[in-house]
């Protein structure tokens, strides 16, 4: 028996790998000659450069960037050398959870620019990039200014590098840029749709989590219209409307614009950089999971991303979580056969979550799940 574990991280107790090997441990003791595959997996956001790094045979980077407001800040990305690609969560550089400060128009991707400009140092070319989580509304401005592209006021002079910035650039220069980004791929973990500017742009959708008021709204909303318009006039393009463009405070279109990156949902980046579909084609059971099942799930989440590829092998699928909320029957429409909570009693979260715990959880709810499995087919000889 074929049996392919491809579970997402449960954030706070077990990364992706780690909760692989449990569920690989809790089945070999119920099929002992099974051959189990384990595959780390996400889709884009936290926990992506661990996934990748554990499942390609990478290393982890870390530098002092510049921060969401200045400061300075480690962040760490992955750097995969026979590939010659880099793997890059923004949050690392710039993300929400990095400052208790919430001053949009004092935030800036600087530093994601910085990781780029680092990674292409070590040669890398081909680079996938999550851009969830985000503290910042600048369209990009301050990661294309890290990689040496000018944008100037109507006087000529060199704009700032945050989002109050925009609202004085009147055009961009692309001449300075570092030349190796000619050739470089940029692959796009972007999980939104919402276009640049307009009633469901970047800055009215998602700006008030990030601090903007209602009285900055219309002015960054307008600001980053300006940026668009720079664009097109540098660049001859213009994908302010295109979907995904508004994802990370106009991060998308930085991406798409400038460095002509492509945005694709989180999950299908990681499962085609990892050859998921190669594993799961002949499999005879797949198991995946994460840390809460809920109706979210079954919406572009990595369960559901890895369920869908089995599914067109027609590969039955198990999913294991932490805990299973309302609306996880969502889930059975997005091709998860199965799905179980790994507690094995009543005990408080803290408890649940302590790495141990969830290890041997995961372990027990495999074990058991497969042995359930084991007595069927037995039954059938």
């Known amino acids: 028996m074929k049996i392919v574990v491809a579970m997402d991280s449960l954030k706070g107790s077990l990364s992706s ?104 140092g070590r040669g890398c070319r081909s680079f996938l990039i999550g851009i969830g989580g985000s503290a910042t509304n600048d369209g990009g401005l301050g990661m294309l200014s890290a990689l040496g592209f000018r944008f100037t006021d109507a006087d000529g002079g060199r704009c700032g590098i945050t989002a109050g910035a925009l609202s004085e650039l009147a055009a961009a220069d692309c001449s300075q840029a570092l030349t190796e980004l000619s050739e470089c791929r940029f692959r796009i973990a972007c999980d939104v749709t919402n276009p640049l500017c307009g009633e469901n742009g970047c800055t009215r959708i998602f700006g008030p989590q990030k601090g903007v008021t209602e009285e900055q709204m219309e002015q960054m909303d307008t600001a980053l219209s ?109 091709g998860i056969d199965a799905y179980f909570s790994i507690l094995t009693r009543v005990m408080p979260l803290e408890e649940a979550m302590e790495r141990e715990t969830a290890r041997a959880n995961m372990e027990d709810t495999a074990e058991q799940v497969f042995r359930l499995i084991a007595a069927a087919q037995a039954a059938k000889k």
């Not at 809790?26 to 384990?38: F, K, N, Y």
């Not at 956001?45 to 996934?51: I, K, L, M, S």
């Not at 400060?101 to 620019?113: D, F, H, I, W």
């Not at 991060?251 to 299908?268: D, H, M, N, Q």
């Open 17 to 120: 790998l780690e909760a692989g090997n449990a569920v690989r441990t809790g089945l070999l003791r119920a099929i002992p000659d099974a051959e189990v595959i384990v595959r780390p997996a996400a889709d884009g956001g936290e926990g992506t450069v661990d996934a990748l790094v554990d499942a390609l045979g990478g290393e982890r980077i870390a530098l002092e960037v510049m921060g969401p407001y200045g400061e300075p800040v480690r962040a760490e990305y992955g750097f995969l050398p026979e590939q010659g690609m880099a793997v890059m969560e923004m949050a690392s550089a710039a993300g929400i959870t990095l400052s208790e400060r919430r001053e949009p128009l004092e935030a800036t991707t600087y530093g994601v620019g910085q990781m780029i400009r680092d990674a292409v």
């Open 226 to 334: 300006r940026f668009a318009d720079a664009a097109t006039a540098a660049l001859g393009t213009d994908f302010r409307n295109l979907p995904g463009a508004g994802a990370a405070g106009g991060l998308g279109f930085a991406f798409v614009s400038y460095l002509r990156g492509e945005l694709k949902p989180g999950i299908e980046l990681v499962m085609d950089a990892l050859k998921l579909e190669d594993c799961v084609r002949n499999a005879d059971f797949v198991v995946t999971g994460e840390g809460c099942l809920d109706g979210q799930t079954a919406f572009g989440k990595t369960p559901a991303g890895v369920a869908a590829a089995a599914k067109r092998y027609g590969v039955p699928v198990i999913a294991l979580a932490g805990g299973i909320a309302p609306g996880a029957e969502a889930c059975r429409g997005r």
